[in-house]
């Protein structure tokens, strides 16, 4: 029999697949499969509609309820442009730290949970690990969904559920959740000079961008709401992230596009924010439409991520504790697939290795005593599951 793969083994050969967003995570899927095969346990697919892309999931031990689901993404963001010290896609050491794309968010986490495999079945736990690891987590979220739902239909449920989003293992309860449009400005170009006949699409769009502008102010000078207090800002922002328009200084843009989003606190709902956007777009188009009918706004959702509520003595949250020590209390602005965990029954938190720092850079790196803190956090999460 070879010899076991380690947690730092299977996070070198994880991140050597350059599973970026935008290509096929396939190679890496293959791998995980013969390896948990190799262990004698079944794991399922689920495809994406161009059968380009596929998570997986996994129960480990017997089929019984109680389990704990371990969460990861298996895609990674872009190294496009960023100034590499050595070759992101082969894990390099230095100074006790583990250099590449992805080691921090989030593949180190899913070493660790593929790396409790073995250990779960040669302890023999009573409840089984659940592995669920997904796809375009960095591009909104989308991959995890279908494949919670195939879990809740067809594996034992599980008590919690642990998103490894890097955390340094410090337990997140709670997180935002939000939506982003793509917004499409449709102007009538006509010469500068004479722009009260024409719409700039340009012009149309500040004013959209301006009305962000105008909710983050409010809503900062606003006095947070008891489920906001703990956020790094307690309050919705609204940002417009990339924005492209127009032809030339003296002529009225036919097009503008840009990206809107929001980051909700819980206690307010994206689907509120949602009715008020909506609602700037139809006053600004019914103006634009004014001049010139056949000027107009076309919107396109791209995302839509619920967020992770403060959960009232959950066991996910109750389990973590117990796991990490951690009794502080932390909520993180950014989205994760936990609030797509909750959001169908699950109790669920946030909790891996590596600091979201980070994630995302040039030179991406896990701290190789991060990395021991999640072998360690496994090992007890394994005898927990043999009580
Ligand atoms: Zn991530």
Redesign the pocket.
């Known amino acids: 029999m070879p010899r076991r793969l380690t947690a730092r083994d299977i996070m070198d050969k994880l991140v050597s697949f350059p599973t970026v967003s935008r290509d096929s995570n396939l190679d890496l899927i293959d791998w995980v499969e013969d390896y948990l095969d190799g262990h004698g346990v079944r794991a399922t697919r689920v495809w994406d509609a161009g059968r380009d892309k596929a998570s997986l999931y996994a129960n480990v031990g017997p089929q019984v309820e109680g389990g704990i689901v371990l969460s990861?993404?298996t895609d990674v963001v872009p190294v496009d442009g960023q100034d590499w010290t050595s070759d992101p896609f082969t894990v390099t050491e230095r100074n006790g730290r583990l250099y590449g794309r992805g080691t921090c968010?989030?593949k180190g986490f899913d070493a660790l949970a593929l790396a409790a495999v073995p250990l779960a079945l040669e302890r023999g736990v009573k409840r089984p690990l659940q592995i669920a690891l997904s796809y375009d987590?960095?591009v909104g979220c989308t991959g995890a969904p279908p494949m919670i739902d195939e879990m809740v239909a067809h594996l034992p449920r599980a008590a919690a559920a642990i998103i490894g989003?890097?955390s340094t293992m410090q337990v997140v309860t709670g997180h935002k959740g939000g939506a982003g449009y793509r917004v499409r400005m449709r102007g009538f170009e006509v010469h500068s000079s004479i722009m009260h006949q024409g719409v700039s699409a340009v012009m149309e769009a500040a004013r959209l961008i301006d009305w962000a502008n105008r909710m983050n102010a409010e809503n900062r000078a606003a006095a947070p709401g008891p489920l906001a207090a703990d956020f790094d800002p307690p309050w919705t922002t609204l940002h417009v992230g990339m924005v492209q328009g127009g032809t030339a200084h003296n002529i009225t843009a036919k097009d503008c596009e840009f990206l809107l989003s929001w980051r909700v606190v819980p206690g307010e709902s994206s689907e509120d924010w949602g009715a008020r956007f909506l609602a700037e777009v139809a006053r600004i188009e019914a103006e634009m439409k004014a001049v010139r009918p056949e000027a107009g706004i076309d919107l396109e959702k791209y995302f839509d991520v619920p967020a992770l509520a403060q959960e009232d003595a959950g066991e996910a949250e109750r389990l973590t504790r117990m796991l990490t020590g951690d009794n502080g209390t932390h909520a993180v602005s950014y989205a994760?697939e936990a609030g797509q965990f909750q959001a169908r029954g699950y109790s669920a938190v946030v909790c891996g290795p590596g600091d979201i720092a980070q994630?995302h850079q040039p030179d991406e790196y896990i701290e190789a005593a991060q990395l021991a803190a999640g072998e360690a956090f496994m090992e007890r999460l394994v005898d927990h599951l043999c009580r």
């Open positions: 990861g993404h968010d989030m987590e960095e989003e890097p994760t994630a």
